[in-house]
């Protein structure tokens, strides 16, 4: 109760506070017992649940009714819909938010489908007569524009939108580099990050309570109103195929709250020792409940220092910080999205840019089918196929192996895991596989192979995982087990082995890999050289012919704009994308796709939430970069 009535002195619902996007300050509401609204609609997106919701509180808060609703609008993703796993796991998280609705408050989640949430949500104002629409906001390019969007949608309509943070412990604006001359800059190294965010003064928040209750809505007037069942996310095959996924994963809220609890009773006090063994059950296994939002990242940080709070210092330190910066890595992917919301796409360091990558479609399908004839590398692949879900380990010697064995593109790894993981996330797909392509300043270098012999040996030392995945090699000898080609012929007819046959041969020998990307680092290298002349630059070229300070221009297909003045404020709209140069801030944009610009040597990275800008989520993405520090610290185990 005392958790209920901090989180209402802290609601503030102005209009002016609800159309700014990029103000961290959590309103002020009504006096205790008024309602200020009749009714407001709470969009679900991922944010699943009823606990830890702050859009859903503070809607209960200063709502006479509240509607909950779910638009389902893949074809918005663009080029990242869901997968078929994925949208298996979404069919049966909505289905679990529906019934705890239903349980806890007697209202229903009233589902829709579209193609765009906006043409959506402006219907459902209409019908619903509602005066406010309240969301959680995300991080990922795609849901910042289209969040931008909505809430120029109804500023222009005069209508509150407001959105909450329910998705990271700290704004990604919150945790910046500030230098002595007042200015403040992004971090791109996550050791400085983690330790700018641990040290900040004020704790992250505490989950915020479920609404103590929901008046509901006692007939829908849209007849639009579907059940989770009617948005048909999964084809009648598909949900034939997907149902092996029942026997190893428990989706909703309860599953979210199980799997919590046993990995704190279990699996915490050894974390530090075995996160990285693949062959036992040593992660939490929480990251697609966190992904769907049946849980909150802050109510998985509140659970874990709470049942660590009688520990030692010294097994805190261990194994408790362990886990702690496991949140931090994913804190750290939606940093770097908001900060740069290229990084699904393109490499944050820009030479990297410049790798002749192999379009090989042979090699891509041996590996994503896992038949590269390496066992751990095939052992992971043949995991996500069964379950869904690859070992975090796995998911980095395979990225690994990809980028730099068989040097394909990391981008089509990135496709690939998001297509057929449960657990599917944007940001946190993009940062892993910048790390293990070497495309981050704090990574490793790109000519780095990984050893997959001292891999095997420190993390799958007795073959168990490849068994029971690869179950082709099961009576190899452990010695033999990672290795098979280089078993005598003999112990291959025993163990009922032809090479070639029952299991593939090697796709590409690591000499021959290591010689060819060592190649591609000398382009890499020449490269850098040409495009980074300064290191203390940044990791990003300047333009090659920098613009005046008075003027910035804009190509925009074969038409240009010409904004005169660092003061003036002028916008150009083509086609739906709107371009904009603010009062005293000089922006030098970059339109990537087709689009060609000419940019300054300051760049300033993309904060649609801080200065209102709008784009369209198609292939000409707006992108606005600063001007950054270069650090060389590794940083181990990102994935």
């Not at 298996?88 to 229903?108: G, I, P």
């Not at 790109?446 to 082709?472: C, H, Q, S, T």
């Not at 021959?512 to 680092?521: D, G, I, V």
């Not at 003045?565 to 709107?578: D, E, L, P």
């Amino acid at each position: 109760m005392e958790a209920a009535t901090s989180n209402k002195t802290q609601l503030q619902l102005s209009e002016s506070a609800g159309v700014e996007v990029g103000n961290n300050t959590v309103p002020e509401v009504a006096p205790e017992g008024s309602k200020i609204y009749k009714r407001i609609l709470v969009w679900f997106r991922r944010d699943l649940r009823i606990h830890d919701n702050p859009a859903l509180l503070a809607a209960s808060v200063v709502a006479e009714q509240v509607v909950p609703v779910y638009i389902y609008a893949p074809e918005e993703e663009g080029q990242f819909q869901p997968g078929r796993c994925s949208r298996w796991w979404l069919s049966c998280s909505l289905k679990s938010l529906d019934a705890s609705l239903r349980k806890e408050y007697n209202t229903t989640l009233a589902c829709y489908r579209g193609v765009e949430s906006k043409e959506v949500l402006e219907h459902l104002v209409r019908e619903y007569k509602a005066d406010a629409v309240f969301f959680n906001h995300f991080y990922d390019p795609i849901s910042m524009v289209r969040d931008n969007e909505v809430k120029g949608v109804f500023r222009m309509k005069h209508i509150l939108c407001q959105s909450f943070n329910g998705d990271t412990l700290r704004e990604p604006w919150d945790v910046v580099d500030r230098k002595d001359d007042g200015s403040a800059l992004p971090f791109t190294c996550f050791d400085k990050f983690w330790e700018a965010h641990q040290s900040l003064p004020q704790p992250p928040p505490i989950p915020a309570p479920a609404p103590l209750q929901l008046s509901p809505v006692m007939e829908h007037p849209s007849e639009r109103a579907m059940s989770v069942d009617d948005l048909h996310i999964m084809s009648p095959q598909e949900e034939a195929s997907n149902a092996q996924l029942e026997v190893y994963w428990n989706p909703g809220r309860q599953g979210a709250m199980s799997q919590l609890e046993a990995f704190v009773e279990k699996k915490l006090s050894e974390f530090s020792d075995n996160k990285a063994k693949t062959d036992r059950m040593s992660t939490s296994k929480l990251s697609p409940h966190l992904h769907f939002g049946e849980i909150g990242v802050r109510e998985v940080r509140h659970a874990i220092m709470e049942a660590t709070a009688s520990w030692s210092v010294e097994e805190r330190a261990e194994h408790l910080q362990s886990f702690y910066k496991q949140l931090g890595f994913r804190e750290y992917s939606r940093y770097l999205s908001f900060h740069f919301p290229f990084t699904h796409e393109r490499s944050m360091l820009e030479h990297l840019r410049a790798v002749p990558w192999r379009y090989d479609q042979t090699l891509f399908k041996a590996w994503r089918t896992g038949n590269t004839g390496y066992p751990i590398i095939d052992a992971g692949m043949r995991e996500i196929w069964s379950t869904g879900w690859m070992h975090n380990r796995c998911r980095v010697v395979c990225a690994s192996f990809l980028v730099k064995n068989l040097l394909l593109p990391w981008q089509w790894g990135l496709k690939h895991f998001w297509d057929a993981l449960l657990d599917a996330d944007l940001e946190c797909d993009a940062l892993g596989w910048q790390y293990c392509a070497g495309c981050l300043s704090d990574g490793h270098e790109f000519a780095m192979v990984m050893n997959l012999e001292e891999e095997v040996k420190k993390f799958d030392p007795k073959g168990a995982y490849v068994r029971r995945w690869l179950p082709v090699l099961a009576r190899l000898p452990t010695q033999y087990i990672h290795a098979p080609w280089t078993a005598p012929l003999q112990v291959l007819e025993d163990a009922g082995i032809e090479l070639g046959e029952d299991y593939p041969l090697p796709v590409v020998h690591h000499d021959e890999a290591q010689r060819t990307l060592s190649k591609a680092a000398d382009v890499v290298a020449q490269a850098e050289v040409q495009s980074s002349p300064d290191k203390s630059a940044g990791p990003y070229r300047p333009a090659t012919v920098p613009l005046p300070e008075s003027s910035s221009i804009v190509w925009v297909g074969k038409e240009k704009v010409e904004n005169h003045g660092a003061s003036s404020i002028a916008s150009f709209n083509k086609a739906g994308r709107v371009i904009q140069q603010h009062n005293g801030i000089r922006d030098d944009m970059m339109l990537l796709g087709s689009c060609e610009v000419s940019s300054g040597a300051d760049q300033i990275e993309m904060k649609c939430n801080q200065y209102g800008c709008s784009t369209s989520s198609d292939n000409n993405r707006l992108i606005r970069k600063r001007k950054q520090s270069y650090d060389d610290t590794s940083t181990d185990g990102l994935c």
